[in-house]
């Protein structure tokens, strides 16, 4: 059994075959985390987890780059400006990650199974980011305290550039104890 089906958690989606977890209650044991994260893998009997540390920080990334990206959204430079990291490193944290998990993760998300691929450079810059467009467009609530200050922060956003995380369809059955994040029966 893997350490987070000890613990109520629902599905978010999926990084390729790895499983994208949000926790309905605080996790400590193989990981360490907080209903106010996600988590990648699950730990003990499935990948080694990857915790979300700071989703809000992740959003920040994304809105910067996007900015950058987007030269009509250099205004979000200033708004996220106090809650951008120092390091990417800070954003995430891997438990029981070697070496070689590392590599083999990072390998399959270059690879042409994911959607959105990543290059062989800047890789944790580029999941970083990932994550933070998923936060922003899914899980919005994972980081109100910046997008609280952007007005309207969809509107004239017309291009995706990660998108590495599957959502799982409403009526699909799935396995975790608190089922799909985005369908609850009834």
């Not at 109100?144 to 956003?157: C, S």
């Amino acid at each position: 059994m893997s350490h987070i089906d000890s613990f109520k958690h629902e599905l978010v989606g999926y990084i390729s075959w790895v499983p994208v977890y949000h926790p309905l209650e605080d996790i400590d044991g193989d990981f360490v985390c907080t209903t106010k994260q996600i988590v990648i893998g699950g730990g003990s009997g499935e990948h080694p987890a990857m915790v979300l540390e700071s989703p809000l920080k992740a959003v920040a990334l994304f809105l910067l780059k996007l900015a950058e990206k987007e030269k009509r959204f250099m205004f979000w430079k200033d708004l996220v400006a106090p809650y951008l990291p120092e390091t990417f490193e800070e954003v995430v944290t891997f438990y029981e990650w070697t070496d070689v998990t590392y590599a083999d993760f990072f390998k399959l998300l270059s690879s042409d199974g994911v959607f959105n691929a990543m290059g062989e450079e800047n890789q944790l810059e580029h999941l970083i980011l990932g994550l933070g467009e998923f936060i922003f467009y899914a899980m919005p609530e994972l980081a109100v305290a910046v997008l609280d200050k952007v007005k309207q922060p969809y509107k004239d956003i017309f291009h995706i550039y990660y998108n590495s995380i599957l959502i799982v369809p409403p009526n699909m059955p799935v396995y975790p104890n608190g089922g799909n994040m985005f369908f609850k029966k009834k």
